[in-house]
């Protein structure tokens, strides 16, 4: 199993442009999630889905968006990057069953924004 | 809103002695700590978890403390090791459901030998 995965690793753009980070997982996970990391800040949940179809926001979702057609994959959109979404995305999933679940982490997509 | 705070932010210690981390909560309602572990470059991993009807719970080196009135859990290594050294993150599972959890701002740990 591959487990979380994320595409692409790195990618630099310049303010206005758009881009989608994709995750991918093969665990048949239900809930699925979009963290950004900034220094000193540590996780923080930007958009989050409980299931194929279903989307929601998280703490900080303004200036992305999340499709989740498929049951395993789960992209984050940028329609007009800024200088402040320079960051680190994760992705994570888990399953849905009652009660706490651990959340399976991605390897992370570096982006910087100029 | 949720919040979870985490101190210490940076932590420096000697190989083999003992390295504790700290977090409170805000929500009362949370029921579930998980501990997770990230390397330089690499990906969140989870370390340990505690729900909150245990009060401690143990694993080789590390163990994880739970008070619930004070709304505070604590990590704890023992021996620390070199490999040790990463930053740590604690979490608080939201109330708000769908397993979404509040993360502290992480605490980085130097184990020298």
């Known amino acids: 199993n591959a487990g979380v995965t994320q595409t692409p690793k790195f990618r630099v753009l310049k303010t206005g442009q758009s881009m989608t980070l994709l995750c991918a997982q093969d665990?048949?996970?239900?809930?699925m999630y979009w963290y950004r990391q900034d220094p000193g800040m540590g996780l923080r949940l930007i958009h989050y889905?409980?299931?194929?179809?279903?989307?929601a926001k998280g703490e900080v979702p303004d200036g992305y968006n999340v499709s989740r057609l498929k049951k395993q994959n789960f992209l984050l959109g940028l329609e007009s990057a800024a200088p402040s979404q320079t960051s680190v995305y994760f992705c994570?999933?888990?399953?849905?069953?009652?009660?706490?679940?651990?959340?399976?982490f991605g390897p992370g997509t570096r982006l910087t924004v100029l | 809103g949720e919040n979870v705070e985490q101190h210490p932010s940076t932590l420096s210690v000697q190989e083999g002695d003992s390295a504790v981390i700290k977090c409170t909560y805000s929500?009362?309602?949370?029921?579930?700590f998980p501990w997770y572990k990230q390397e330089l470059g690499k990906r969140p991993q989870l370390i340990i978890d505690?729900?909150?009807?245990?009060g401690e719970k143990k694993d080789q080196r590390i163990a994880v403390t739970l008070n619930k009135t004070a709304k505070h859990f604590s990590l704890h290594i023992t021996e620390t090791q070199p490999e040790d050294s990463a930053v740590y993150f604690c979490?608080?599972?939201?109330?708000?459901?769908?397993?979404?959890?509040?993360f502290g701002a992480g605490t980085r740990l130097a184990v020298h030998p």
């Open positions: 665990m048949n996970h239900e809930y």
């Open positions: 505690i729900r909150s009807n245990v």
């Open positions: 889905s409980v299931g194929e179809g279903t989307t």
């Open positions: 929500d009362s309602a949370s029921n579930y």
């Open positions: 994570a999933s888990s399953y849905g069953l009652a009660g706490p679940r651990e959340q399976f």
């Open positions: 979490a608080a599972r939201s109330s708000g459901g769908y397993n979404k959890l509040i």
